[in-house]
């Protein structure tokens, strides 16, 4: 690939075909919609073929100088990778998930696509301000999706989200500003490795804070989340939890960890704190919804709070188990909203005492449903243990308090999620039109197939998602190692002190 610029192909092959969809019927839509994100996967398939483990930090890069103080630069490590990969894979099968728009079919298919090029755009980015485009151009097409294409309370939940993610970003770009002014640069390769001043830093991180922690969400900015995911499409519910949360992890990843790694060692506890909350109250709450769609959404405030505490144990473990939760989550969440919008096609609603006993007149379906139901839990053999296996080893050497407190989480996500899965497929079937309706068609095999398979070789070879990154989560460490206060008060940010060095014995060579 030396010499192709790759990353500027795949934002652009879903450009022209979001311009390409606005001028044609709604058959023609679907079909170019699909033709360019399976163009774009196969181009992931080969971007991830090529890029070399162990070689260089930052692969695939491209620099234009676009005008004074703003650069069209792009590049990649290990990291962006795979939430690059992960990104192109789903947004095939969303399309594919999107049969049940009928009307303005041709401004739906090209939202998605522009979204797509949005989201890869904040993977690859390299200059600060190109970031800050991306990261918030891609509230755009999501609002559209939501408040034209949702349920019956699709402004109020459009126009939540929108505010929300909104005005968390304001005071990161005020910190960006910042930031660009002081080291004189807003290229994010020579920020990541530029020592603010320790001060400063603290700042800093609250400001990106501010914004990172809305698009995760953490509790208590979660609120928006649950609302969104009732309102959204079935494929808007899908890519709004595979791959926009993750924004938000990779944006304390890419900025706030190896930017402002003093500020982090000081207000990891806050992270703890909030992080611990959300584990215990969003399952509390998950097991008292009656809407499918409520409960998977608060699961996936859970979810992500794990991730947040790997993040911030400053040990390889935490954030090796951070990343796989984020990849895992998005293809585990994805799923369930697939499983979700399957039988909502047919009977229009997403209350769960509607249903029950589908394993009798849908064992295909059950079938799926019970493996995705099982990889959210935890069950060893399924991505969803891999990670959280990873990060509470990791968030065990900051404290046992908070491993114990994240670990009371997942058990109560086993409660939840068996709960939910109980109620739908197993026992009576009570109601003749759930009883009536038909198992997976070939086009509900194909959207969820895939998935199942990248779950199960998840969680069965992790090594082939970890090595990519690798060495980038190694450098990171590296960095947060010098941040970490010496001697027993290292304990708090998860490090143990280094064994003392004994000088060599006079002579000795």
């Not at 990541?192 to 914004?211: C, E, H, I, N, R």
């Not at 060893?380 to 046992?400: M, R």
């Not at 939840?416 to 039109?433: I, K, P, S, T």
């Not at 090595?467 to 947060?480: H, N, V």
């Amino acid at each position: 690939m030396e010499g192709f610029p790759i990353l500027s192909a795949m934002l652009l092959v879903p450009l022209l075909g979001a311009i390409a969809c606005m001028f044609v019927a709604a058959p023609a839509a679907r079909t170019i919609a699909l033709a360019a994100t399976l163009l774009n996967f196969l181009l992931g398939i080969v971007l991830w073929a090529s890029y070399d483990i162990g070689g260089a930090q930052w692969q695939f890069t491209e620099r234009a100088a676009v005008f004074a103080g703003f650069e069209w630069a792009l590049g990649i490590d290990g990291i962006a990778l795979m939430l690059i990969v992960l990104s192109v894979f789903l947004m095939p099968i969303c399309i594919l998930a999107s049969r049940s728009i009928e009307r303005r079919v041709g401004e739906y298919m090209a939202a998605f696509l522009f979204m797509e090029t949005l989201m890869i755009g904040v993977f690859a980015a390299q200059d600060l301000f190109l970031f800050y485009i991306f990261f918030e151009a891609g509230l755009i097409p999501m609002y559209l999706i939501i408040g034209i294409w949702g349920g019956d309370n699709r402004i109020y939940a459009s126009y939540k989200f929108f505010l929300y993610t909104l005005l968390g970003s304001l005071l990161m770009l005020i910190a960006m500003l910042w930031m660009a002014e002081e080291a004189g640069t807003s290229s994010i390769p020579a920020l990541m490795a530029y020592d603010f001043d320790p001060g400063a830093q603290v700042w800093l991180f609250l400001a990106f804070f501010a914004s990172f922690a809305v698009k995760m969400p953490m509790w208590p900015v979660h609120t928006w989340l649950p609302d969104a995911h009732v309102q959204a499409p079935t494929a808007g519910s899908v890519i709004l939890a595979g791959v926009l949360l993750k924004m938000g992890g990779y944006g304390f990843i890419r900025f706030s960890l190896p930017m402002f790694p003093e500020a982090s060692a000081q207000l990891a506890w806050l992270v703890f704190a909030l992080s611990m909350i959300a584990v215990v109250v969003t399952s509390l709450i998950a097991l008292v919804q009656h809407d499918m769609k409520k409960l998977i959404a608060y699961s996936s405030v859970a979810h992500m709070a794990i991730v947040t505490v790997g993040l911030f144990a400053f040990n390889v473990q935490g954030l090796e188990g951070a990343m796989i939760v984020m990849l895992s989550h998005g293809l585990v969440s994805g799923a369930l909203f697939l499983c979700v919008g399957v039988i909502y096609d047919r009977l229009h609603t997403r209350e769960i005492s509607r249903y029950g006993g589908l394993s009798i007149n849908m064992p295909r379906y059950a079938l799926f449903f019970l493996l995705f139901t099982m990889a959210s839990i935890g069950l060893p053999g399924t991505s969803g243990f891999v990670g959280e296996f990873l990060a509470l080893a990791g968030i065990y050497q900051v404290s046992s308090w908070v491993a114990l407190v994240c670990t009371t989480g997942i058990i109560l996500g086993a409660a939840y999620m068996l709960y939910l899965y109980r109620r739908v497929a197993f026992g009576l079937q009570r109601n003749e039109d759930a009883a009536a309706m038909k198992d997976l068609s070939p086009r509900e095999y194909v959207m969820l197939a895939p998935i199942a398979a990248a779950v199960l070789w998840m969680g069965v070879y992790p090594e082939s998602f970890l090595a990519p990154m690798r060495q980038d989560i190694q450098r990171l460490d590296e960095r947060l190692a010098r941040a970490a206060p010496e001697g027993d008060a290292r304990l708090a940010v998860g490090r143990l002190a280094p064994a003392p060095t004994q000088a060599p014995a006079e002579g000795a060579h």
